[in-house]
């Protein structure tokens, strides 16, 4: 018996602390079109015998996010393939993403779609360090939290 290919889908993003501006509204927006891309292609996806598995996390700490190994937020990792914006400045919200030659301040559903596709066609390759942008590091704790009593840490 043949077993079903998984294609692992992860929505990473840096957790920034709550405003009145709601500084996670643009990542929130960018999920749910991504969620909404993931139900479009999972229909073609089923005819390869392929599910889309789709996981959300948030990174809180420099630690973190370099074990994550992204280097803006939201990251999509689709496979071996990361997307994620161009973050203008260290003081801006405003992303730029790119994709085949576009670049938009959000990504729209069709792009992301193309991301998956792309994405389970990827390659593994080996990943080059990469810095941070600016902007996500001002949101990233610089130690990790050790604050569990479960005694696992």
């Known amino acids: 018996m043949e077993t079903k290919k998984v294609l692992k889908v992860e929505f990473?993003?840096?957790?920034?602390?709550?405003?009145?501006?709601?500084?996670?509204?643009?990542?929130?927006?960018?999920?749910?079109?991504?969620?909404?891309?993931i139900q479009e292609v999972q229909k073609l996806f089923d005819n390869l015998d392929c599910e889309i598995f789709f996981k959300s996390t948030s990174v809180k700490t420099i630690e973190e996010a370099e074990?994550?190994?992204?280097?803006?937020?939201?990251?999509?990792?689709?496979?071996?393939?990361?997307?994620?914006?161009?973050?203008?400045?260290s003081k801006s919200e405003k992303r730029e993403w790119t994709w085949n030659g576009l670049t938009t301040s959000e990504p729209t559903k069709e792009m992301l779609m193309e991301v998956l596709l792309k994405g389970y066609f990827e390659p593994k390759k080996e990943l080059e360090k990469k810095e941070m942008s600016a902007y996500i590091l001002q949101y990233l704790n610089k130690e990790k939290v050790t604050n569990s009593d479960c005694g696992c840490s």
């Open 67 to 89: 074990k994550a190994q992204i280097i803006a937020s939201p990251t999509i990792r689709v496979g071996n393939l990361d997307f994620y914006p161009n973050h203008a400045t």
């Open 12 to 37: 990473i993003q840096v957790e920034m602390p709550s405003n009145e501006n709601n500084s996670c509204s643009a990542c929130d927006t960018v999920q749910g079109k991504l969620v909404s891309a």
